[in-house]
């Protein structure tokens, strides 16, 4: 079956820089876009960006643009998100998705001095 | 961007009864909105995709309507596994864009 695997929960400073992974399997890989959202704690769903596992495009959200960098590895059916200079306010789960169709388990990222 | 707009912020319902949410994007989408339930502590699951379409093994009893700039999801029959957290998604335009949600709590 379609599963989505993200990486564990990280602490960073405020400044630092946080990757995330997820990790596709059950699909073939390149046939579906991979999604990352941010949800803050107690608030909703905001879109982060987007890449083309293909081809490797990338599409992101003005919030974040600048600050982040969507990548694949597709030889390890492996998306990345790396969000830097962090503030208190990127504290949030990281979802990344498949499509609008399956998620992964999502990754709490947590920015505190 | 394309703002999307849920109403209400929270709907209280009995189990049983139906639950009607709204949302309203600030310009055209066609069909392409999607929505989704979220309980506490887990992922967005997909509900309905192309405004009107069931995802894969959901119940009959999510119905969704609408195009353009106005769409809305009934649950009919509310059951107690029901009571979460919906959103609304457009996938017509970049960025993709979500309401803010409605909470769907038990009266």
């Known amino acids: 079956q379609v599963q989505l695997v993200q990486s564990g929960a990280e602490v960073k400073k405020p400044g630092a820089s946080v990757k995330v992974s997820c990790k596709a399997s059950g699909y073939i890989f390149t046939n579906y876009a991979i999604h990352w959202v941010h949800q803050a704690p107690g608030q909703g769903l905001e879109w982060v960006g987007w890449i083309d596992t293909d081809n490797g495009e990338t599409k992101y959200s003005p919030k974040f643009q600048g600050r982040v960098t969507i990548s694949r590895d597709t030889s390890a059916r492996t998306v990345y998100m790396e969000l830097r200079s962090l503030t208190s306010e990127d504290t949030a789960v990281y979802y990344c998705a498949r499509g609008e169709l399956d998620w992964g388990q999502g990754t709490l990222v947590t920015v505190s001095s | 961007e394309v703002v999307m707009t849920q109403s209400p912020a929270t709907l209280s319902v009995s189990p049983g009864d139906r639950a009607t949410l709204s949302c309203w994007a600030s310009q055209s989408i066609s069909s392409n909105l999607v929505w989704y339930q979220q309980k506490p502590g887990q992922a967005p699951r997909l509900l309905i995709y192309t405004a009107s379409t069931r995802a894969t093994g959901i119940p009959a009893r999510f119905i969704g309507s609408g195009s353009g700039t106005e769409f809305t999801l009934t649950i009919s029959r509310l059951q107690s596994e029901d009571f979460a957290v919906y959103y609304c998604?457009?996938?017509?335009?970049?960025?993709?864009?979500f309401g803010q949600g409605t909470k769907v709590e038990i009266k």
């Open positions: 998604q457009q996938y017509n335009n970049w960025p993709r864009t």
